[in-house]
């Protein structure tokens, strides 16, 4: 059974960073996309970051130059490096994985095609 595990959520003031962790456990297809996803309250689930399992890798517009997605294989864990952060960036931050190959393009307006997903963590940006 896939299950994603998210970590490192929290407060931190604007300016400030936070690093966040998805740890994989079960999945064992060679070929996938993972994501991280945010929502608001009051607002819809958007893409922020994906990669592909070529290790290409798309941002939104929103967060380009400021986040960074990556990947440890032999942790089977995603991260998502967040610098610079904005009282705009507070969400809740999903991961979300699945085998079904997306270009990273893609994965970020995937979000009703992914199959598997974390059960988010909390981050919160202050003024």
């Known amino acids: 059974q896939v299950q994603l595990v998210e970590s490192g959520g929290g407060s931190v003031q604007s300016g400030g960073s936070l690093r966040l962790s998805c740890a994989v456990f079960g999945y064992t297809y060679s070929t996938y996309s993972m994501a991280w996803f945010r929502q608001a309250p009051g607002k819809e689930r958007e893409g922020v970051a994906a990669?592909?399992?070529?290790?290409?890798?798309s941002y939104a517009d929103s967060v380009k130059g400021r986040f960074t997605i990556s990947q440890d294989n032999a942790k089977n864990t995603l991260y998502l490096q967040m610098n610079s952060l904005k009282p705009e960036d507070t969400a809740m931050y999903y991961c979300?994985?699945?085998?079904?190959?997306?270009?990273?393009?893609?994965?970020?307006?995937?979000?009703?095609?992914?199959?598997?997903w974390g059960q988010g963590t909390q981050v919160t940006v202050s003024s």
């Open positions: 979300a994985a699945d085998f079904r190959h997306m270009t990273s393009v893609q994965a970020l307006g995937a979000a009703n095609i992914f199959g598997y």
């Open positions: 990669i592909d399992s070529d290790g290409s890798t």
